[in-house]
């Protein structure tokens, strides 16, 4: 893996003293359709190399494409949570370049007549609203997949032969492009983030895709300029590629401010280029440079008739919306009982699911909320995974709020019974039996335990006759301690009132 | 009696259908004849030969068994070289798909195999559909069977040729900017570019998307409506394709034969060699249209002159579109996944081995176009030339709009000479254009118009354009089957007939 630090950087707190940095984003959303974008391939992913292709996806000569209506559902409703205009008659346009991964020789877009137009999308950061506008979101078909083989690299340059699989060739492709944004200031990196988060939630929302970054079903281009405060020009942008997860959306933006300010506060220019990142090390590397760019040579597809969605269809279609993101959280927030903050916080961990999914299973909301937002909070972020990576269902949660509503548990021990989940020994009253962590009844061992601890503590029981009633606490104390925490502390507490106080 | 390979299609049809003829019996007389004679004419890339032989039998067998079959089961057909053919080889005439064996069927193949036809081979072509003379040919000279030391027509020369030579019964072709029309004109058959988009493109290498259609070349009109009706109709794998259904195309070419013109209003379109406009043209070729014109007179049509302006400009207009689409349909042949390969050594990059293959795996034409079309479609060009040309597409509909208000069909020459020799225009391309004159308007507007013969001159066919508007395919072949029924009655044979007595390709 190539590295590259040996960039200058400027501190990310003195950048902002003398630059203004102004970011955008571009896209890419694969969509979950059964089938490809132009034929009817699956579109399944991991599947083996060149098993999910076509004369169509592989641009076999005389193949014609025909548009998916599904995949062109799902963009028009993109767009409509975005706010956008959705366009009366809209076309394809091919894109042309040559490269092995795109079989015709161009790639089937969309270029001045795109689906959707003019929307917005507003994100919240550390409690302040930023409007990110959205300049149009359009279809298109993916590429097929390089695989360089030999060399050290991985890259194209050294490697022995290339491979090229074409099951991704053709799938379904939303780009979503924003309008510049400006404004952000210190919080750039962030709102960048912010903003790639709230689109992934919608997208989820409306179901038309699975937005896995890991799986590449969302990728991100991230535009980065600095401009001198006070500039009325914006600078130079670099477009940063390969970015693929929510942290390196944010790492991203972060490094190119910080690289570019070096590189003015030398007296350079920034390179209109596109940077590729790099998930190691943070950093970005120049790729191809723009100012030398390929002429793509647009022109309207002409083995696609136009796209004209009917307006009563997309009326129907902004009607039929799912409850979008925001207005959910703010329904769950008032419904849960939740601060803004926490909101915010189980938004951005992508949690707001598990909490809902969690009340769904019977939980109370304030059950839900203790459990994901307490001890499962702490331990996801020290094993360093993600809320939604670790291995307890919803449901379980709910399972073990139960338990200790009943009070056959109680918190101590239900934090014990949530290892064994975690550890994968089975749900909680799985593992609450297995591990023999239930709360004593009044049983003799208590009973002997009680009075063992009245016993050994004359003083302490002289105390509280004498009115002391809170040193009754240290009793409780041994007692729970000679359980090893078995007893349920309210039980134990009224036991020692009736020997001591009577 | 007449050879088996000088019958009309209809005609073998109904010969097998009623068990007195066999396809093998078909089939081998064809092949037999392709043995003999195209070595001299040059009609095809690919002989099928044993397969074709196998596939007859299988019919011939399923006949006798009583299996039911299709309308046009045992009769052999031959496909131009563009259509893609599973397991069979498919070069586009260029040398950079040599080899290639496609893993499906055109759907216009399959649709020919399902109503049980024999596929005899592959015919010749203009490498990519460029040209109209099949000289741009990677692999061969395809000469005229009434003239071996002319041109064929082309791009489909060499369907023209099969069907002209007796090669073949029928054949498809494929017509962008008059590739199935001015071939039928010069050689005398009938050719037909249907509407745009009723005839499905899938398994058509692409020249020009907008413009490409595919179509019937026959020796009668009834021949052609019969094998066009074959192909017809909607296709959900192509997303141009018309979903409408198809007029009874034979049935109105059987009427047409009737010969009653009355009430049928006929525009004579002036721009196309008509007065002020007969640059370019033989008299002969325009004196044989304007006899046939007489004739649809004689025969009760109203006859007017029209005059459609905007024609001046189809030619280039359509050396803008054209080449633009190829530019970017073409793009996909870089040595990667099919055809020829050139310098994969390990020594040239991967842009070297695109380029060096596009380099020797095209031929002059294909990349003079390329890199017309590269141009227009440029950054800071494409409104001079891509948008300006598509404005005057728009003109050209216009003025057929304007037109069929007061006609019901139009009729011009369909080529400005006759067969002109072999090698006379290879290097001169704006000449080798000028064959197209007349018959790009139609292509433009996405329009139907059929090629009939309408007479010799200097002893070579000339051919009479019908157009008609957009899906009314069927005024072309009623009106043609009514010029064919009446010249081929004053003669008192049918019009290639005069090619065997002349002794033709012999
Ligand atoms: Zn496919």
């Known amino acids: 893996m190539t590295t590259h630090t040996g960039d200058r950087l400027v501190e990310f707190a003195e950048v902002l003293t003398r630059y203004e940095p102004v970011i955008g984003l571009e896209t890419h959303v694969e969509l979950g359709t059964a089938s490809k974008m132009f034929c009817g391939c699956a579109t399944t992913f991991g599947a083996e190399p060149n098993t999910q292709t076509c004369p169509v996806c592989l641009g076999l000569p005389g193949s014609l494409p025909v548009a998916n209506a599904a995949a062109v559902e799902h963009t028009i409703r993109i767009g409509l949570a975005l706010g956008c205009r959705i366009a009366s008659w809209s076309r394809f346009a091919r894109k042309n370049y040559f490269y092995p991964d795109i079989p015709k020789g161009f790639q089937t877009s969309q270029y001045d007549e795109p689906l959707c137009t003019a929307g917005h999308l507003d994100v919240e950061v550390d409690g302040e609203t930023y409007r990110v506008e959205i300049e149009r979101v359009h279809l298109e078909e993916d590429t097929g997949k390089n695989l360089h083989v030999g060399g050290a690299t991985g890259r194209i340059h050294g490697a022995d032969h290339s491979l090229v699989d074409f099951n991704r060739a053709g799938i379904p492709l939303v780009e979503i492009v924003t309008r510049p944004i400006p404004g952000a200031g210190a919080k ?63 790492r991203s933006v972060r490094y190119e401010m910080r690289r570019q300010a070096a590189v003015l506060d030398a007296g350079g220019r920034v390179l209109q280029e596109t940077r590729h990142f790099h998930e190691d090390t943070g950093s970005t590397s120049p790729g191809r440079s723009k100012e030398e760019a390929t002429d793509y040579r647009y022109f309207p597809e002409p083995d696609l008739v136009p796209l004209a969605p009917d307006a009563a269809w997309v009326e129907k279609l902004a009607a039929d919306l799912p409850e979008l993101p925001a207005a959910r959280r703010a329904r769950l927030m008032e419904e849960w009982g939740l601060s803004a903050t926490e909101m915010q916080w189980l938004a951005n961990a992508g949690a707001l699911g598990l909490v809902s999914d969690t009340v769904a299973a019977g939980a109370t909301p304030g059950d839900a909320r203790k459990w994901w937002l307490g001890d499962l909070a702490r331990r996801a972020n020290e094993t360093g995974v993600e809320l939604t990576d670790l291995a307890v269902t919803p449901a379980q949660v709910a399972e073990l709020a139960a338990l200790v509503r009943d009070g056959k548990i109680n918190d101590k021990l239900a934090r014990q019974v949530l290892d064994g989940v975690l550890a994968g020994d089975g749900g909680p009253d799985e593992v609450m039996t297995a591990r023999g962590l239930v709360v004593m009844g009044e049983s ?53 009132e009736e020997r001591v106080i009577g | 009696m007449a050879e088996l390979t000088e019958l009309d299609a209809v005609e073998l049809r109904d010969r097998l259908a009623s068990g007195e003829l066999s396809s093998v019996e078909l089939t081998r007389a064809y092949l037999d004849r392709i043995a003999a004679e195209d070595g001299a004419v040059g ?54 798909l040599e080899g290639w064996r496609p893993p499906y069927d055109a759907t216009v193949a399959g649709r020919l195999k399902d109503a049980g036809t024999v596929l005899l081979g592959k015919t010749n072509m203009d490498e990519f559909a460029m040209g109209s003379s099949t000289e741009n040919s990677a692999y061969r000279v395809t000469r005229n069977p009434w003239d071996l030391a002319r041109i064929p027509g082309g791009s489909s020369g060499g369907s023209s040729a099969a069907v002209a030579g007796g090669l073949a019964p029928w054949a498809l072709g494929t017509d962008t900017g008059g590739s199935i029309r001015q ?87 002036r721009e196309l060699g008509g007065e002020g406009h007969t640059d370019g043209y033989e008299e002969g070729v325009l004196a044989r249209v304007a006899e046939a014109v007489q004739l649809m007179e004689g025969m009760g049509a109203e006859v007017r002159e029209v005059s459609c302006p905007s024609f001046d400009l189809a030619l280039p207009a359509y050396y803008l579109i054209a080449p633009s689409e190829a530019s970017s349909n073409l793009a996909r042949f870089e040595g990667m996944r099919f055809g020829i390969r050139v310098a994969d050594d390990g020594a040239h990059d991967l842009d070297e081995v695109m380029a060096l293959t596009r380099e020797q795996g095209f031929g002059p034409e294909v990349k003079r176009r390329i890199i017309l079309g590269t141009y227009a479609l440029s950054a800071g060009y494409y409104d001079a030339y891509y948008g300006q040309a598509q404005k005057v597409r728009t003109l050209i509909t216009r003025d057929f709009t304007s037109a069929f208000e007061d006609v019901d069909v139009l009729v011009s020459p369909v080529t400005p000479t006759v067969a002109f020799p072999l090698g006379t225009r290879v290097d001169d391309p704006l000449a080798m254009y000028a064959a197209d004159l007349c018959t790009l308007p139609a292509s433009l507007a996405g329009l139907p118009a059929i090629s009939v013969p309408c007479g010799l001159s200097e002893g070579l066919p000339v051919g009479l354009q019908i157009m008609a508007p957009a899906l009314a395919d069927d005024r072309c072949y009623s009106l043609a089957a009514a010029v064919e029924a009446a010249l081929d009655s004053a003669r008192g044979s049918r019009f290639l007939d005069q090619l065997t007595t002349a002794g033709g390709a012999a």
């Open chain 2, 183 to 269: 071939p039928a004109a010069v050689t005398g058959l009938v050719g037909h570019k249907p509407t745009y988009g009723s005839v499905s493109r899938y398994g058509l290498i692409a020249f020009s998307s907008s413009l490409d259609q595919a179509g019937p070349m026959a020796r009668t009109v009834l021949d052609a409506a019969v094998l066009h009706e074959a192909i017809g109709g909607h296709d959900p794998r192509d997303s141009t394709s018309i979903d409408a259904p198809l007029p009874p195309l034979a049935e109105c070419a059987r009427r047409g034969a009737t010969g009653d013109l009355k009430g049928l209003r006929v525009g004579v379109v």
């Open chain 2, 43 to 96: 009609a095809y890339l690919h002989v099928e030969g044993r397969a074709a032989l196998q596939r007859a039998g299988e019919i011939d067998t399923a006949r006798l068994a009583g299996e039911e079959l299709g309308p046009l089961a045992g009769l052999p057909v031959a496909l131009k070289d563009v259509f893609v053919t599973e397991g069979v080889p498919t070069t586009s005439g260029s040398k950079i």
């Open chain 1, 188 to 250: 750039a990196p962030e709102v960048a983030r912010a903003y790639v988060t709230e689109l992934r939630e919608i997208v989820q929302a409306l179901g038309a895709s699975d937005v896995r970054m890991e799986q590449g079903s969302l990728r991100c281009d991230v535009n980065t300029s600095l401009a001198p405060i006070g500039s009325l020009e914006w600078g130079t942008r670099t477009e940063t590629k390969n970015v693929n997860s929510l942290r390196s959306v944010e």
């Open chain 1, 444 to 496: 003799d061992e208590l009973v002997a335990a009680v009075e063992a601890a009245i016993a050994g503590a004359p003083d302490v029981v002289e105390k509280v006759r004498g009115g002391k009633v809170q040193a009754l606490g240290a009793l409780v104390g041994s007692v729970m301690k000679a359980t090893r925490g078995k007893a349920d502390a309210a039980t134990v507490k009224r036991m020692l």
